[in-house]
């Protein structure tokens, strides 16, 4: 699998130390054509890399009728609500045809940035650019989010320690 992410944004120019540490994280996904990969409101577990096919990203309004946001073709990144540690994602996404791709869980990638700070930060340099291209001065906005979901990462991690240590905070 660690071809592939060379050939995926953002993780295409990452040296091969960052892509062996994040690799192992990667499981493949795939489903037919109508399949509904995640609802609205479903918990926010994975980051999808798509490697072929398409699928539409979906919202639903609380008063109206479901919306099609976007599409995302193959080379693109959907399920990011995952990434910034949402609970549940923000929009549903269902494959337009038959769908090829990677998936990483959030908190797996979120634990990689907190125990390796430099890889962590590559990544997020990169996730930030893939969802923000779009939209100006976004980058900025996306970074900072990512960060603190790294943040809140971290104090998990310091809070489980705690308590496994017999101190309470």
């Not at 953002?10 to 690799?23: H, K, N, T």
């Not at 109206?64 to 995302?72: D, E, R, S, T």
């Not at 893939?130 to 990512?146: F, M, P, T």
Request: charged share 25%.
């Amino acid at each position: 699998m660690l071809e592939e992410l060379h050939t995926i944004p953002p993780f295409d120019d990452l040296d091969e130390e960052v892509l062996r540490l994040v690799e192992p994280l990667f499981e493949r996904y795939t489903c037919p054509a109508e399949t509904v990969i995640f609802e609205q409101g479903d918990p926010a577990l994975y980051l999808y890399l798509l490697l072929r096919g398409t699928v539409t990203i979906r919202y639903k309004p609380y008063d109206g009728p479901v919306i099609n946001l976007n599409q995302i073709t193959a080379g693109g990144v959907f399920g990011w609500s995952a990434v910034v540690g949402n609970p549940a994602y923000t929009s549903g996404t269902v494959a337009r045809e038959e769908l090829d791709s990677i998936r990483i869980r959030g908190t797996s990638l979120r634990r990689l940035a907190v125990r390796h700070p430099e890889a962590g930060r590559v990544i997020l340099d990169k996730l930030a650019g893939k969802v923000s291209n779009r939209w100006k001065d976004a980058n900025r906005q996306v970074r900072e989010i990512l960060e603190e979901a790294i943040t809140a990462e971290k104090q998990k991690g310091a809070s489980a320690m705690a308590r496994a240590n017999g101190h309470t905070r």
